[in-house]
């Protein structure tokens, strides 16, 4: 009876002494990088989407549900921007008209841009000068987040040696049950006639056919950018002006801004406002005026075109919303801080009534 005792004490010290691991620490870390260009931030699950996030943006990941994550968005924002909130979950709203952006640091990394309206927490420190610190919670598509540790896992994983290849013996094949076949994501095709868009949530161009080839250029969350190639017949095709690119994005100014740089390119833009420089647009001097565009159309993201004063006249003409037609060349596909192209202004075609 006695050693039986001794035994069960002996258990009970060894139990007490062994570290326990939380389920948090065995899981790993809970950080994502965005990995698409526009990805949305939405309000729940499959929800209402209420701002876009900037591609290489930090943020904190909790709650899963099946292709979700739950994330927290935590950034820096100017005080003059933000002001009191009427609801009882918020402490603060987005005040300034259409947007803001909501930074990594005073300014810092874009994290995302924030309609009127947005509402925010304050977290500690509250403030920095003319910056306050905020969060908000919601929930991101699985596909637009990539986990910090990806890297890690995939240089440890991935092998196919084991010690007896180290020992001077054969190096072994394909370990049994193990998938070696390697497959190209950049290509794809169709399992049903889908619709093809000019852009996410954009009009519609066409359909493709069950089994045509496909390209894959980029992913943003729930879209896939593709390309084909097919045949039409020449007398349907109009020629685009001597010397004038047609048919650019912006997305593509974005990821090659020097291929684009000093070309001219024709764009439909809808008209939002005539703006000032300021620090935050260092690709333009400082007091320059600039239109602040949405565009190129059917995308919504944001373009700066800078005027000459003595063509402003036109523009405040315009209303808001309008859809504008502009001849420019390219100052800047991908803008310092924002990553929003930047134009100068050639020529105005005209704005129309939507």
Known sequence: MQVSQIILALLAVLSLATPQVPPAAAQGGNRYRVNVDNAWFYQDVA???????????LLTGSATRNAWIQVTL?????????????????????????NENLRAAPAGPLVAELSQG????????????????????????RSALAPIADVVATRTADTTRDSTADQGGLTPGPRPGKDTTRVDSTRAQPVRVTTLYRAPDGPEAGTVATDTPLRVLSRNGEWTRVQFE????????????AGVLVGITAAELRAEPQRYAGQVLRWNLEFIAIQKADDLRPDIPSGTSYVLGRGPLPERGFV???????KLPAFRALTPLVTMTITARVRNGRSRYLGN??????????????
Request: charged residues 25%; hydrophobic residues 40%; glycine residues 12%.
């Open 230 to 241: 097919g045949w039409v017949k020449g007398g349907d095709l109009q020629a685009a002006p």
């Open 118 to 141: 947005f509402g925010l927490k304050r977290a500690p420190p509250d403030s920095a000068g003319r910056w306050v610190h905020v969060t908000r919670q919601g929930w991101v598509q």
């Open 304 to 310: 700066y075109v800078v005027v000459p004063d003595n």
């Open 47 to 57: 929800g209402r989407r209420i701002a876009r996030l900037a591609r290489g943006a």
């Open 74 to 98: 935590e950034g820096w924002i100017f005080a003059t921007s933000v002001g009191r909130s009427d609801r009882p979950d918020f402490d603060l709203l987005v005040t300034r008209a259409p």
């Open 341 to 354: 192209p930047v134009v100068d202004l050639i020529s105005l075609e005209g704005g129309v009534t939507p």
